[in-house]
């Protein structure tokens, strides 16, 4: 993805960056709702329901990951001396 300007390239960061961490509190309740099921051992059918519902909100938090990580790159490659917020996906 060629940058067309720089404006336009920190609001795309600045989307994702709000999407992971809106996703991030979402995946951290299914953490909890899932154990919560474990520990009242509930049926193995919802259990599972949950679990699917969690591996899907965590493999889309490293698609945001990656597409954030890229966009930071080529920001920082084209934009030059422009600072950024911290991202809030992990470091490498």
Do not use: H, N
């Amino acid at each position: 993805m060629a940058i067309e300007d720089c404006a336009t390239q920190r609001t795309l960061i600045e989307a994702l960056a709000a999407d992971y961490r809106s996703l991030d509190k979402t995946t951290t309740a299914t953490e909890q709702e899932l154990a919560a099921l474990r520990a009242e051992q509930a049926a193995p059918a919802a259990i599972a329901a949950v679990e699917e519902r969690l591996a899907a909100e965590r493999e889309r938090l490293g698609e945001i990951t990656v597409e954030g990580r890229a966009a930071v790159d080529e920001f920082q490659a084209v934009c030059g001396g422009e600072r950024l917020a911290p991202p809030p996906w992990p470091p490498r």
